[in-house]
Nanobody, 120 residues
Framework: QVQLVESGGGLVQPGGSLRLSCEASGSVFTNYVMGWYRQAPGKQRELVAEVTGAGRTNSADSIKGRYTISRDNAENTLSLQMYSLKPEDTAVYYC??????????????WGQGTQVTVSS
């Protein structure tokens, strides 16, 4: 079983920065992909960025050049450094870890979410 706990959300002014962290416990190995998703009010949850155990990243076009995802496999932690925040970045941000079993079925694990609000 995997447990994910996020921290670091809050209120920030437009143009500001925030750093989100996620601590993973349980059986998180380098074959898990870890990432961040977000869900704004009235919208579907969407991928922000994800990183494989080997360090390959994938991210949404809307955050490229502004967010940096990083992962420490030894410490089982995941971070998201966010710069140049915009009001449209306001959402609940969720830490995610997923892995596929031998049949190819994906199993997702989620944190409880942390609120990020960008407002003046």
């Amino acid at each position: 079983q995997v447990q994910l706990v996020e921290s670091g959300g809050g209120l920030v002014q437009p143009g500001g920065s925030l750093r989100l962290s996620c601590e993973a416990s349980g059986s998180v190995f380098t074959n898990y992909v870890m990432g961040w998703y977000r869900q704004a009010p009235g919208k579907q949850r969407e991928l922000v960025a994800e990183v494989t155990g080997a360090g390959r990243t994938n991210s949404a076009d809307s955050i490229k050049g502004r967010y940096t995802i990083s992962r420490d496999n030894a410490e089982n932690t995941l971070s998201l450094q966010m710069y140049s925040l915009k009001p449209e970045d306001t959402a609940v941000y969720y830490c995610n870890a997923w892995v596929k079993n031998i049949l190819g079925a994906r199993r997702d694990y989620w944190g409880q979410g942390t609120q990020v609000t960008v407002s003046s």
